[in-house]
């Protein structure tokens, strides 16, 4: 296939591509995104074409492939680094530190190698010596407590109506 075929198959197939991805369910602006990737790859790889009169048909081909493995392995956008650490007002730190202090010492040590040191269930019940699952189930439960502990109480009334109910 010559550049002047594929200039002109591109001119022509382009909008159709876009119009495919569109009636499958893509947003517009995604559908041309996606349109274009699909042409650049058609153009890099036109010597596998095997019968340019279906050019078009193989282009929305290579589309709705890109779109596919899109879906499966979505792009993970880096987190930046630099970002600076959240303050807690001083009233939301003796909070949450009370909250921690209901917790015992294993669960408060489950749940800061979980949380802030990133490690996994299995890395977690290796150091400590026990099952993936036992380490799972104090994690739940002490995420419960700590559930229990930042829950609002409710204010104490004193008034007589109070007293009567």
């Known amino acids: 296939m010559t550049q002047d075929n ?3 198959a591109y001119n022509s197939g382009y909008t159709v591509t876009v119009r495919f991805l569109a009636s499958r369910g893509i947003q517009p602006d995604h559908a041309e995104e996606i349109a274009q990737a699909a042409w650049s790859k058609g153009w890099e790889r036109r010597e596998q074409l095997r019968d340019p009169k279906r050019i078009v048909t193989w282009v929305n081909s290579i589309a709705v492939n890109m779109f596919r493995n ?10 930046p680094t630099d970002l600076p650490a959240p303050r807690l007002s001083t009233v939301a730190a003796i909070d949450a530190k009370r909250s ?10 489950m749940l800061e190698q979980f949380y802030f040191l ?6 977690i019940a290796r150091r400590s010596g026990c099952t993936p699952s036992a380490v799972r189930v104090r994690l739940l439960r002490a995420r419960r407590r700590l559930g229990l502990a930042m829950r609002p109480q409710k204010p ?3 008034d007589r109506r109070a007293a009567a109910a």
């Open 70 to 79: 899109e879906c499966r392995n979505p792009a993970k956008d880096a987190l």
């Open 156 to 158: 104490i009334r004193s």
């Open 118 to 123: 990133g490690f996994n269930s299995q890395e």
């Open 100 to 109: 921690l202090d209901r917790c015992t010492d294993t669960e408060r040590d």
């Open 6 to 8: 594929f200039a002109a």
